[in-house]
């Protein structure tokens, strides 16, 4: 259990977008589409054509959007992934509010199957990620069940809410400039990508260890403290999707070519973060050595 079962976390603004066919999912996903998932995972750019399913210039399944129903209460978030990032929108939202001044929500879509965005597709085969044009974070749950059949990964309660606030990292760097400051200079280790993605992974982490503070209208803790089994478990998920344990799917691993940072480094920048509050977060101004 992680949310508060007597929290009010309805009216979070989520919608539901696309149809219900998942591009990947299950285990008929090759290594092809493995290292397709995973240079897509977390990041806006969309390769999903590469597997067969819609191109990003012309996506398949838009719909319209619907909002997350049954989603009012922690024990709802509890019980349901929809509803879980839903609610979990609302506790990230508060935390930034309190840090970033002029801070304003994204967007956030819940995908079923595939749908359009400025970015490219949206799909689980896509994963999560941040799209600035539209100011627009979108997350198909179904991509829980793919870390956990491809990558390892338990991905349970808190690794699904760490995915959910490193996005929402990454729509902070977009707000306060980051993005623009620090823009793409290539791959490798001590690359912008990296630096980007680990200060991303810093600010999920610094969420989590405030995240017990926040309170719905009434006073009731969203969340409750974290067991050592979930930190663990949002550790595990910041390893699954390190650049060295991606790459060792296919056999070989190239640190020149990285672009999230490796499986240690986004544990410690998590931890860190964790530890320290967004203030231990600056990436950009650590030595290479120190990443």
Known sequence: MTFSPGADVGGSGAKRRGRSTAIVGGGAVGLVAIAVLLLNAFTGVDLSGLLGGAPGGSPQGGG??????????????NANDDCRMAAGSIVVNQFWQERVEGYREPSLIIVEGTTSTPCGTASNAVGPFYCPSDEGVYIDPDFFA????????????????????????HHVQYLVGTMEAFPNNGAGEASNGVRTELQADCYAGAWVGAMTELTDANGTPYLLPPS????????????????????????????????HGSSEQRARWFTRGYEGDVGACDTFAAAARDL
Do not use: F
């Open 228 to 259: 050592q089994q979930q930190l663990d478990d949002a550790l595990n998920a910041t390893a699954s999707i390190g650049d060295d344990h991606i790459q060792a799917q296919s056999g070989m691993v190239n640190p020149e070519t990285w672009t």
């Open 146 to 169: 793919v870390m956990r059949q491809q990558l390892g990964a338990s991905a349970n309660e808190l690794a699904q809410l760490y995915v959910l606030a490193h996005e929402y990292g």
């Open 64 to 77: 319209a959007a619907s909002a997350i129903a049954e989603c009012e209460t922690g024990a709802d978030a």
